[in-house]
T-cell receptor, first 113, second 116 residues
Framework: GENVEQHPSTLSVQEGDSAVIKCTYSDSASNYFPWYKQELGKGPQLIID?????GEKKDQRIAVTLNKTAKHFSLHITETQPEDSAVYFCAASTRGGGNKLTFGTGTQLKVEL | DTEVTQTPKHLVMGMTNKKSLKCEQH?????MYWYKQKAKKPPELMFVYSYEKLSINESVPSRFSPECPNSSLLNLHLHALQPEDSALYLC???????????????FGPGTRLTVL
């Protein structure tokens, strides 16, 4: 089955700096890669996703890049703000897999003033 | 309405109790999911319903019994749970599951379950 690795497990940045979180996946048949933000005491919130037919997607301060050859994808957050502090999960899903998501282990992002 | 709601927010139960978790969505989604999340861990898939039929059971113990009474509602019936079942239980929904591609999953806020 699919295996998703995520790094780093914790990330501390100064407000206004950029943050990058990286994930690798094992199943070359995976073709959908969402990113979720989970704040304390809340459910995961979908913040951006990318499908295998594109290499990059951007939404305001958030961008995701995908390298299918290397089987890795990354989340980029620019101009970080304190409210970006949360746990971020990457995930991968495989065509024909019943929409099952395999999650990475999570990254605790802390944006310091 | 773009929200998945879950009740109750918190639940404390003994090992001999029977309780139910409820999930509701009004986005017209035809796939609904139950996940279990332990502290500092990612969500783990438990069950998937597609068009009110169980399509995936991730080898979950029978003390967890899912039910999908209609396309908007999803229940998780709990009986004879163990303390290690204490976790955040998350419900999610998405548009129909198709072979053509994956659809975004939207999560509810979860039910924090404590088994004494």
């Amino acid at each position: 089955g699919e295996n998703v690795e995520q790094h780093p497990s914790t990330l501390s940045v100064q407000e206004g700096d950029s943050a990058v979180i990286k994930c690798t996946y094992s199943d070359s048949a995976s073709n959908y890669f969402p990113w979720y933000k989970q704040e304390l005491g809340k459910g995961p919130q979908l913040i951006i996703d990318i499908r295998s037919n594109v290499g990059e997607k951007k939404d305001q301060r958030i961008a995701v890049t995908l390298n299918k050859t290397a089987k890795h994808f990354s989340l980029h957050i620019t101009e970080t703000q304190p409210e970006d502090s949360a746990v971020y999960f990457c995930a991968a899903s495989t065509r024909g897999g019943g929409n099952k998501l395999t999650f990475g282990t999570g990254t605790q992002l802390k944006v310091e003033l | 309405d773009t929200e998945v709601t879950q009740t109750p927010k918190h639940l404390v139960m003994g090992m001999t109790n029977k309780k139910s978790l409820k999930c509701e969505q009004h986005m017209g989604h035809r796939a609904m999911y139950w996940y279990k999340q332990k502290a500092k861990k990612p969500p783990e898939l438990m069950f998937v319903y597609s068009y009110e039929k169980l399509s995936i059971n991730e080898s979950v113990p029978s003390r967890f019994s899912p039910e999908c009474p209609n396309s908007s509602l999803l229940n998780l019936h709990l009986h004879a749970l163990q303390p290690e079942d204490s976790a955040l239980y998350l419900c999610a929904s998405s548009q129909e599951i198709s072979a053509g591609g994956q659809n975004e999953q939207f999560f509810g806020p979860g039910t924090r379950l404590t088994v004494l």
